[in-house]
């Protein structure tokens, strides 16, 4: 009896403290190292005591990353910092892409903020935008040199209340074609000259529809085309948001959907109609353009459109090329995005930089880690790893020797002279509540692509009026 | 000798034992269940995004739900629609696989397996695989249906806006076999005196499926009915993994949860995105309590004497 009341007693008392430990709040993180901007917006300072190794995890899978390739890559860079630094030690966490995001705010919320997060895009920087520290006192202290940054780029890191980080690098985009299709239809390549005017969007058009081919060889000029056979497409953009897709025509507010003052939507301009319109008849009039059922042939040739040799022209960016340009059985090359009908070039942009989370400590050591990425001695290797363009001009030479020894038959020129013609609002700028507006805006890119609806002007009508309550939500609470 | 009064009654002590051995569920039921309830609960009345913390709003997160959101009462109607496709099919389906298998033949235990197989498939797994089959272009459907039914425009299931939640409800039916497995259970349970007996009174075959497999049956098909109204409601794998998250083309599967999903975790509203759960739990509830009260007219359980 005694010995049952014994064990009674410790196995309830067992239970009670299992109980408690997990109802403990977690430590919160020393800040040893954090010496974070006050907010009288005053320069940092070191911290004072005994030095210790600051801890610098990277936070790696919202963006590129995730590859083994890349992994491999990223562990020997942290190794060659780490053995040039007594101070820092810098650590990659590599979390798979579909689970980042929610990693990351589980991290955050849980008092254990990584020191860098990236390579972000604009996307993910906008998403989150509330997270990230401002890094502009660190700029003003130090006088950091910014002039050897893409001047457009640089704005890229703007952000109302904001400098979410240095620039890394970039994407520009262009016209990936297929010379063999090119040949086959007896058609000259689109122009490489950037001054050339005849290369619109509608001679693109032309040309495209030359390139559509049913299953019996006839194009879609031909009037025995069978647009419910389509085996061979003109032109995709299917791997562009409805943003991005709207910031080539070159509305007021370019791929924003809203004015200056973020208060009022304007995803309806004329200029986005006409693009939105331009686009549905390309897929339901003039089928050079795969509508959602004909993009599913891709999967056949591996999801890719370009590579798979079913679209003779694709719109994409630099990060396409260690995707998609491996061991292609077909010659190939790039052309500048065409003139539009504003007679203007956007060739939307993705950019890519490291953030610091506001809550994150040792934000000292995390800016110097950031710096070091982005130092003209480490930002080609690190943008090699990424697939990125570095955002510094004084590595461009050095960079056009890496990509061409990569991609010989690719016409550099093309590649770095499109970063001029950026899309500034970007097509991923912040944005209130980002992800509504972007899923209100991609819902009417939907609506094209899926047939149910192939008026543009009925279609953007809706947009701009789901954009404008979404907008006057956030203002009432804001 | 007076007896002591710490001792404990033999009941009590038997009682307290077994409290003791369910503890550690108890425990884990109310740390990993209970209190995330009750924070989601608390969340639910507050705006929070989950890097900052939860500001009290009061009701007004419910008030948009219920008034000012144009897409929550979508998401449910898209909801309601596949369970009012899937759940029927699954229940007459499963059963009637189940009447089959509960034939003496020879190989059945086989047939059995296979059947029940598809079902412990992991969802994940499916809904890839079903995307695949799907495929308006090289999946397997639409040639089978070109090539030997003459069909000229077959759907583009997931990438039509009319058939996407017709080929999640198909999608639905893979794992049939869960039910199957009950239903043969319970078709083992029924006396087979109670055949005898109506075959000797001159009951047919189908007489006899009428009058005695089914009413004996009631009591496992309103126990599928229950379970598969929840799942219904709580769709989420497979459309998750079949759209991307995107709940498309054009809104068409923006199931509830899903809708949920993305305002929890894409627009990080956790407050707005626990209210839905709440408001789900509710609607949940009130449908289950419809079926169980209406249960007394059409579920017989065996013994049972009705006026």
Request: hydrophobic share 45%; charged share 15%; aromatic share 14%.
């Amino acid at each position: 009896m005694r010995t049952k009341k014994r064990f009674l007693i410790g196995l309830v008392m067992v239970l009670a403290l299992l109980f408690l430990a997990s109802c403990s709040t977690p430590d919160t993180p020393t800040d040893g190292g954090d010496t974070a901007p006050t907010d009288s917006g005053e320069a940092p300072t070191e911290a004072e005591g005994p030095a210790e190794t600051a801890k610098v995890v990277i936070f790696i899978g919202m963006g590129t990353g995730t590859d083994p390739d890349q992994i491999a890559a990223q562990e020997a860079l942290a190794d060659e910092f780490n053995s040039s630094n007594d101070h820092i030690e810098v650590e990659f966490l590599i979390v798979p892409h579909e689970e980042a995001g929610e990693r990351f705010l589980a991290m955050v919320s849980g008092g254990n903020a990584p020191q860098l997060v990236g390579p972000n895009g604009t996307s993910t920087i906008s998403q989150f935008l509330d997270t990230w520290m401002d890094v502009t006192p660190f700029i003003e202290a130090e006088n950091t040199d910014m002039s050897d940054f893409y001047g457009p780029v640089l704005e890229l890191n703007e952000f109302p209340g904001k400098n979410v980080g240095l620039p890394l690098g970039v994407y520009p985009s262009f016209v990936f074609y297929n010379k063999d299709l090119f040949d086959a239809a007896g058609l000259d390549y689109p122009t490489h000259d950037f001054s050339d005017t005849s290369w619109t969007i509608d001679a693109l058009r032309d040309m495209a529809m030359k390139l559509t081919l049913d299953a019996n060889g006839n194009d879609a000029t031909s009037p025995d085309f069978d647009p419910a056979n389509v085996v061979q497409w003109g032109y995709d953009d299917s791997w562009a948001s409805g943003r991005e897709f709207a910031a080539f025509w070159d509305g007021p507010n370019v791929g924003r959907p809203t004015t200056d003052d973020y208060k009022t939507a304007d995803a309806s301009s004329a200029e986005w109609v006409e693009g939105f319109q331009w686009l549905s008849d390309g897929i339901w009039t003039d089928y050079f353009i795969p509508d959602y059922v004909g993009q599913e042939a891709y999967y056949a040739v591996g999801g890719d459109p370009f590579g798979g040799g079913l679209v003779a022209m694709f719109h994409s960016h630099t990060w396409f090329f260690p995707e998609g340009l491996i061991d292609l059985p077909f010659e190939y090359d790039i052309a500048p995005v065409p003139y539009n009908h504003n007679g203007t070039r956007v060739a939307t942009i993705h950019a890519d930089s490291f953030t610091i989370p506001d809550a994150a400590a040792n934000k000292d050591a995390a800016w110097e880690v950031m710096k070091w990425l982005t130092s003209p001695e480490h930002i080609s290797d690190v943008c090699q790893i990424y697939g990125c363009l570095p955002a510094r001009i004084s590595v461009e030479d050095e960079f056009r020797g890496v990509l061409s020894t990569n991609w010989p038959a690719l016409d550099l020129d093309v590649v770095f002279d499109s970063v001029e013609f950026l899309d500034n609002p970007q097509h991923e700028s912040w944005v209130p509540e980002w992800g509504k507006i972007e899923d209100a805006v991609n819902f009417g890119l939907d609506q094209i692509y899926s047939g149910e609806n192939k008026d543009a002007a009925a279609v953007l009508e809706s947009v701009n009026t789901e954009v404008q309550k979404i907008l006057d939500e956030y203002w009432a609470d804001h | 000798m007076k007896r002591s009064t710490r001792t404990l009654s033999i009941q009590k002590r038997e009682a307290l034992w077994a409290y003791v051995f369910i503890a550690p569920w108890i425990v884990g039921f109310l740390i990993f269940t209970i209190g995330p309830m009750l924070a989601s609960l608390y969340y639910s009345f507050t705006d929070y995004d989950i890097i900052s913390a939860p500001v009290w709003k009061g009701l007004a997160n419910y008030q948009k739900l219920l008034f000012n959101d144009p897409l929550f009462w979508h998401s449910l109607k898209v909801t309601i629609k596949f369970a009012a496709m899937a759940l029927p099919l699954n229940l007459v389906i499963g059963f009637l696989i189940a009447v089959l298998l509960n034939q003496k033949v020879p190989g059945v235990n086989i047939w059995r397996t296979l059947y029940f197989l598809p079902s412990v498939i992991a969802g994940v797994a499916v809904a890839l695989l079903w995307v695949r089959i799907f495929n308006a272009r090289i999946g397997l459907i639409n040639p089978i249906l070109q090539e030997y039914f003459g069909v000229q425009n077959p759907p583009g299931w997931l990438q039509d806006p009319n058939w996407a939640v017709p080929a999640l409800v198909i999608m639905s039916l893979w794992s049939v076999g869960g039910s199957m497995i009950i239903y043969l259970a319970g078709l083992q349970g029924v006396p087979t005196t109670l055949y005898e007996a109506a075959k000797i009174d001159g009951a047919n075959t189908a007489q006899r499926f009428w009058n005695i497999t089914i009413p004996m049956m009631t009591p496992v098909i309103f126990y599928n009915l229950v379970l598969g109204l929840i799942g219904a409601f709580n769709y989420f794998t497979e459309v998750y993994v079949a759209t991307s998250g995107d709940g498309g083309p054009v809104r068409s599967t923006l199931f509830y949860n899903l809708y949920l999903y993305q305002n929890a975790f894409r627009f990080f509203e956790m407050g707005y995105a626990s209210a839905m759960a709440w408001v789900l739990f509710v609607i949940v509830l009130i449908v289950t309590l419809l079926v169980f009260r209406s249960s007394p007219l059409w579920v017989f359980y065996e013994g049972e004497l009705r006026k």
